[in-house]
């Protein structure tokens, strides 16, 4: 199971511009490299995370090959209204995670 | 010249010499004075240094994360979980990675953390043990020497540590290699000095397992001995050695009093 951590801050004025940091633990195997007996290691990234608050996408990434190891994605958006704010990471091989977290705005 | 004033000269030749051989044996076991001693985290960037410093952006949280649930977990023959016995580890294994190597009395040498882990998984859990540098072992470790982060590194007073410590100690100090290198002569003699683009650190085990951005990866001390050592074109010895141990062992007494970081993040 993909392990995440995500950082949301708990309490935020309307209007404020907050930072959201996210980190997933993941191999992003770039498909490029060869193994002891010289086959190719197979392609296994995560190719898109999206970010939803409450509901309404305010956030997309699309991942490529040269991206390392446990990605680590950090932005900004500003704090409309209290709810929760959800994380989803999809790739190779039918890979899904998700993550979620709560925000008061005063 | 008289023979007189020859022998009048001869002493103060003499203890030139000695001055010399003197400050020479001082240079080169030379060790780093304990209020000049400083973690390899002083040398990184001010990046590099925030992903350390802050929880939800430090990877190396993500093995601590598997290393708690597999404390919880049952393993083994005996169906019994590391928190069966040992309870809580915030307050159980508080301090314990400070401390490590510790000598087993058992077995006659000393042990380190993951070493520690395979002998209970053997002993309590009767489970195989997890090889090294698995994602397991460094994620257990990872959890449990989280538990003594910001607490001093204690090495044990135990006296049938001293031989391997010192034998740990002569390895640190020996040159070896086909470049003809001791360990002791980049990390005591001239830390702090650039190797290409790199700062030498004085090589404290301080933050281990660490996340270092070069293997994306967590890794152990063992792993991090390895890299030096081929570094220096010298034998590399397989995984669990007792050369490892040894000279973690005078490692860890090296760094005594610093505090411990772990999961520290390197480049």
């Given at each position: ?72 994605i950090t932005f900004h958006t500003v704090a409309t209204e209290s709810g929760t704010i959800a994380f989803k990471w999809t790739g190779d091989n039918g890979f899904s995670a998700a993550a979620s977290a ?5 | ?78 169906k019994r979980a590391c928190a069966d016995c040992h309870g809580d580890a915030r307050a159980s294994m508080k301090g314990v990675a400070a401390r490590y190597p510790a000598f087993d009395a058992t077995l ?98 301080s933050g281990y397992p660490i996340y270092r951005l070069e293997w994306q990866t967590l890794g152990s001390l063992q792993r991090r001995l390895r890299n030096c050592l081929i570094g220096m074109r010298a ?33």
């Amino acid at each position: 199971m993909a392990r995440t951590l995500v950082n949301v801050p708990k309490k935020a004025k309307r209007g404020e511009v907050i930072t959201i940091k996210t980190l997933i633990s993941h191999i992003m195997e770039t498909g490029f490299r060869h193994n002891s007996l010289g086959a190719r290691i197979p392609r296994d990234i995560i190719d898109s995370f999206v970010c939803t608050y409450n509901g309404e996408e305010v956030f997309r990434a699309a991942l490529h090959p040269a991206i390392a190891a446990n990605p680590f994605i950090t932005f900004h958006t500003v704090a409309t209204e209290s709810g929760t704010i959800a994380f989803k990471w999809t790739g190779d091989n039918g890979f899904s995670a998700a993550a979620s977290a709560k925000i008061t705005v005063e | 010249m008289s023979a007189r004033a020859f022998r009048y000269r001869r002493p103060a030749l003499a203890a030139i010499i000695a001055a010399i051989f003197t400050a020479t044996a001082f240079s080169a076991s030379g060790e780093i004075p304990l209020d000049q001693r400083r973690s390899a985290y002083a040398d990184m960037s001010r990046d590099n240094k925030a992903m350390q410093d802050d929880d939800t952006s430090n990877p190396g949280m993500l093995w601590v994360l598997d290393g708690e649930a597999l404390w919880g977990a049952k393993a083994g023959k005996a169906k019994r979980a590391c928190a069966d016995c040992h309870g809580d580890a915030r307050a159980s294994m508080k301090g314990v990675a400070a401390r490590y190597p510790a000598f087993d009395a058992t077995l006659g040498r000393p042990v380190n953390l993951e070493q520690r882990i395979n002998l209970c998984r053997a002993q309590r859990q009767q489970a195989s043990p997890l090889p090294y540098e698995s994602k397991d072992i460094l994620a257990l470790t990872a959890f449990i020497a989280l538990q003594s982060r910001g607490q001093p590194i204690a090495p044990p007073d135990d006296k049938r540590l001293t031989p391997f410590r010192d034998a740990g100690r002569t390895q640190y100090s020996q040159r070896q290699g086909q470049l003809n290198l001791s360990c002791q002569q980049c990390h005591d003699d001239n830390w702090g000095k650039n190797l290409a683009g790199n700062t030498v650190p004085q090589g404290h085990p301080s933050g281990y397992p660490i996340y270092r951005l070069e293997w994306q990866t967590l890794g152990s001390l063992q792993r991090r001995l390895r890299n030096c050592l081929i570094g220096m074109r010298a034998e590399i010895y397989p995984f669990g050695a007792a050369e490892y141990v040894n000279m973690e062992l005078y490692l860890m007494w090296r760094a005594r009093g610093m505090k411990i970081e772990t999961p520290a993040v390197r480049p």
